[in-house]
């Protein structure tokens, strides 16, 4: 069992929906991310949000925009996306944004983008 | 080079063999360091941490060597649920910024 919650666990969409990804966690982490994976390879992160302020944002294109309502809560809204943002997306958390935390992954929402 | 570096495999073992698998990170201030295990199509899942001592966990043992600057991980008596990948996930530096550094990934296949 996951301690961190994403739904859905598959997502069909066109390229000019607009669609969210959330993902929930009640372990009392302070820090939680969004990370993206292709097939064989690593997950690869996108941003990190730690006390619900955004800390990281790796160059992500503006179609897709992280929003944390509350410390439990991340949500990844996603706006006229691509064939090539099809991936498996996932979301994690860890106690502090202090690189001595380890991850905890949910299960990851699947993302088909036609 | 890579800031941290595993040897993909895939790593074919029978069943109640002995595997290691090495991952090297490039930056010396590194002080975290994870294994991670990941099921095909599924989220990577937390094995075990990696102290500076060493550690083992059942079948699992993790060790450090900063001098060289690798982490191990040595699987012992090999079981069919093993199969899997197995990520290496080392912290950037010592400033805290929330960022974990993911080596591409050991594969292991254990056959009956």
């Known amino acids: 069992d996951t301690e961190v919650t994403q739904t859905p666990k598959h997502l069909v969409m066109g390229m000019t929906n607009k669609k969210s990804l959330k993902c929930e966690q009640h372990m009392g982490h302070r820090a939680m991310y969004w990370y993206k994976q292709k097939a064989k390879k690593p997950p690869e992160l996108m941003f990190v949000y730690s006390y619900e302020k955004l800390s990281i944002n790796e160059s992500v294109p503006s179609r897709f925009s992280p929003e944390c309502p509350n410390s439990s809560l991340l949500n990844l809204h996603l706006h006229a996306l691509q064939p090539e943002d099809s991936a498996l997306y996932l979301c994690?958390?860890?106690?502090?944004?202090?690189?001595?935390?380890?991850?905890?992954f949910g299960n990851g929402t699947r993302l088909t983008v036609t | 080079r890579k800031e941290v570096e595993q040897d993909p495999g895939p790593f074919n073992v029978p069943e109640g063999a002995t595997v290691a698998f090495n991952c090297t990170y490039s930056n010396s201030a590194s002080q975290s360091f994870f294994w991670y295990r990941q099921d095909c199509r599924k989220e990577p899942k937390l094995l075990m941490s990696v102290y500076s001592s060493g550690n083992e966990d059942g079948r699992f043992t993790a060790q450090l060597n900063r001098a060289s600057q690798y982490i191990s991980l040595l699987i012992r008596d090999s079981k069919l649920s093993d199969s899997a990948t197995y990520l290496c996930v080392v912290n950037g530096g010592s400033s805290n910024t929330g960022k974990l550094i993911f080596g591409q990934g050991t594969t292991l296949q254990v056959k009956p």
């Open positions: 994690a958390s860890s106690q502090e944004s202090l690189s001595n935390s380890p991850l905890h």
